[in-house]
């Protein structure tokens, strides 16, 4: 692969095939991948922000939240020591404000965004828990507590599905009702005032939480709406990109054989007329590989078009050979140690791909250096290989090789797509393809097929 350079006209975004139609827009689902696929094309787009990850972030943001709540209900405990009301004790609510405080700090700290939804609710006990603690030593005023309960059920309503506020409601009213048992007053009073405010608190997490749900759909919507626009723009892009690229390839030598006409004479000599007639035929010979190669390159994705036959493995590699040797003559060196396997695969489409390897490889090798073909057996794929002694791919170019219209410098008479063909023909007989680079000392080119 000796003084192997690539360029790459379409700024590694890929064409556009003739299978556009095909295309489904399909929503996105939790995540946006920033690949957009078309057949055997692959090309990168502005990311869309996707939905799991606006939802992570929404989980931090009410996961915060929790913690205002936490430490502005510290904070307010702290602020009214110096007015108690009477038969409080200070000592124990100070502290009971001060783990209010701390545990508000800890859940600010919480990685929200990588926890699930659910998780929210490991702070619903605490939560009741201090309400309890502080109204049973927070002396005679023995019902102005319900008003944290409204407070921890709004947290509710925003953070949890529709019917968690229902759930957690004994829980809640076991927290209302448990310091009555223990303070002086009167009991009946507390439990009629727990039977009112208890319910109030469902209804208002239930509708705040209702809505939120309603909220979260119309979220959704206008994201894949949003991430259907992202596509139709990067299309646009790519049409835009493809129609130019293959103007381009075109272009060239529809030029050329203008240019010989205009300069052909009349009266022009045999020879001169023969030279133009071969420029000519060379020229065309081109463009119409160009059209056939993009037809090929349209079609191989579709695996329904493929006649998948069982092979002789030896006898269908004996038969790459002898269609390889005008290519590589005795510089081919064959290593096809299968015994009598067999391979199901289509032979004019595999035939097509390995040879384009060959030829790749042929084209880029250093001076006579042999290239070298291997089939290997592996547990579910048989595993093709083309090695040559070049200098290797230039770093980096090994993730975008096989996308379409990059060629090397030794670019005469070739379109540019026959790696992507390979890749094509690859995936759709469910394998894949791929390259080793080793800069300096060569590159070995595989293709996987399944068995």
Not at 149 to 155: D, P, Q
Not at 239 to 250: I, N, T
Request: aromatic fraction near 6%.
């Amino acid at each position: 692969m000796a003084g192997r350079r690539f360029t790459y006209p379409l700024s590694r975004r890929g064409v556009l095939p003739a299978a556009l139609s095909k295309l489904a827009l399909a929503p996105p689902g939790p995540g946006v991948s920033d690949r957009l696929r078309i057949g055997p094309f692959s090309v990168g787009r502005t990311k869309v922000s996707s939905l799991s990850e606006e939802r992570s972030r929404r989980r931090v943001l009410l996961g915060r939240l929790a913690a205002v709540f936490y430490i502005g209900c510290a904070l307010l405990g702290l602020a009214t020591l110096p007015l108690p009301a009477p038969g409080e004790n200070r000592t124990v609510t100070a502290v009971l404000a001060v783990i209010a405080l701390v545990l508000g700090i800890a859940i600010w700290m919480a990685p929200w965004g990588a926890w699930p939804r659910r998780a929210g609710l490991v702070l619903v006990p605490p939560s009741f828990a201090l309400i309890a603690l502080a109204n049973t030593f927070g002396g005679t005023d023995l019902y102005s507590y319900g008003v944290f309960f409204v407070v921890a059920y709004v947290w509710l309503g925003l953070a949890q599905r529709p019917g968690t506020a229902l759930l957690v409601a004994p829980l809640a009213a076991s927290a209302y009702v448990a310091p009555l048992l223990v303070l002086p007053g009167n009991v009946q009073a507390g439990v009629s005032s727990a039977a009112l405010t208890i319910p109030v608190c469902v209804l208002v997490g239930e509708g705040i939480a209702w809505g939120t749900t309603r909220l979260e759909k119309i979220e959704e919507a206008l994201h894949r709406e949003r991430y259907r626009g992202e596509q139709l723009r990067e299309l646009d892009g790519m049409k835009d990109a493809f129609l130019s690229s293959v103007s381009h390839e075109l272009r060239t030598p529809i030029t050329i054989c203008r240019g010989h006409l205009d300069v052909l004479q009349e009266g022009a000599s045999e020879q001169e007329v023969q030279s133009v007639k071969q420029t000519l035929v060379g020229e065309l010979s081109l463009m119409g590989r160009l059209v056939e190669d993009l037809t090929t390159l349209a079609r191989v994705g579709d695996q329904v078009l493929l006649k998948i036959k069982s092979l002789p493995l030896e006898e269908f590699v004996g038969s790459i050979v002898t269609m390889a040797e005008p290519i590589l003559g005795d510089r081919l060196q064959v290593d096809c140690a299968v015994g009598g396997a067999t391979l199901r695969a289509d032979p004019q489409r595999l035939t097509q791909a390995l040879l384009n390897l060959l030829q790749n490889a042929a084209v880029h090798t250093q001076g006579d250096g042999p290239v070298q073909l291997r089939v290997r057996a592996e547990p579910s794929n048989w595993l093709f290989e083309v090695a040559d002694n070049g200098v290797g791919l230039p770093a980096g170019e090994e993730k975008f090789i096989f996308e379409p219209f990059r060629i090397g410098s030794s670019s005469t008479g070739r379109t540019g797509l026959g790696l992507s063909i390979v890749r094509g023909i690859a995936r759709a007989h469910r394998g894949g393809c791929g390259v080793v680079n080793r800069p300096g000392r060569g590159a070995t080119f595989w293709v996987r097929i399944p068995r």
